[in-house]
């Protein structure tokens, strides 16, 4: 089985730009979850969805938005960047989404914002 | 605020040694604790998972020991091995919830 698929590797944006970045999860997951992941802060919770639906969403602005198709694949934006938008961001699926149902993280979009 | 406090930041073993990583909690409705290894250039893997009905779950060199009274759970690597060396993560969720909480990672080395 593929393991989840993440879209571009690397990054590099302008402040004010915006960006977008694709998440194929594993053929059957329903559940897409983005972290974001920087050195000392570990991994943080953006969002996540489950068949289209947002459930639930981390203590970042409005800036960051997702969204999921109907293939479960999922895409996350963010807009106006900032030069603390820079980290490695990570998407993670699995079956159900609920807590203890393991997460499968791709290898991550490492973005950085000039 | 940091829901999962992991120490320490960075550790040093020889080859053969033990490795234990800490965590501590306080949300008490957290009911799953899983750990979670990365490498450079990959993103974080599951390597082992405890639920708090047990006090420790061992799967080959790997160890969680768990303190439910003391919101503290631990990871040990018995016979660390060089290929051990890598970043590993604690993490917490509720069952019902959809949410996963890291703590900030523990980079470890293991010298030949």
């Known amino acids: ?114 | 605020q940091q829901q999962v406090k992991q120490s320490p930041q960075s550790l040093i073993v020889q080859k053969g040694g033990i490795s234990i990583i800490n965590c501590a909690y306080e949300n008490t409705a957290f009911d799953y604790f899983p750990w979670y290894q990365q490498f450079p250039g990959k993103g974080p893997a599951l390597l082992i998972a405890i639920r708090p009905d047990v006090s420790e779950k061992k799967e080959g060199r790997f160890t969680i020991s768990f303190n439910k009274s003391a919101k503290q759970f631990s990871l040990h690597i018995m016979d660390s091995q060089p290929g051990d060396s890598a970043t590993y993560f604690c993490a917490a969720s509720i069952s019902t919830g959809n949410q996963f909480y890291f703590g900030t990672g523990t980079s470890l080395t293991v010298i030949p």
Not at chain 1, 16 to 39: A, D, E, K, M, N
């Open chain 1, 1 to 114: 089985k593929a393991g989840v698929t993440q879209t571009p590797r690397y990054l590099i944006k302008t402040r004010g730009q915006q960006v977008t970045l694709s998440c194929s999860p594993i053929s059957g997951h329903r559940s897409v979850s983005w972290y974001q992941q920087t050195p000392g802060q570990g991994l943080q919770f953006l969002f996540e969805y489950f068949s289209e639906t947002q459930r639930n969403k981390g203590n970042f602005p409005g800036r960051f938005s997702g969204r999921q198709f109907s293939n479960s694949r999922s895409e996350m934006n963010v807009s106006t960047l900032e030069l603390g938008d820079s980290a490695l961001y990570l998407c993670a699926s699995s079956l159900a989404g609920r807590g203890q149902s393991p997460l499968h993280f791709g290898n991550g979009t490492r973005l950085t914002v000039t």
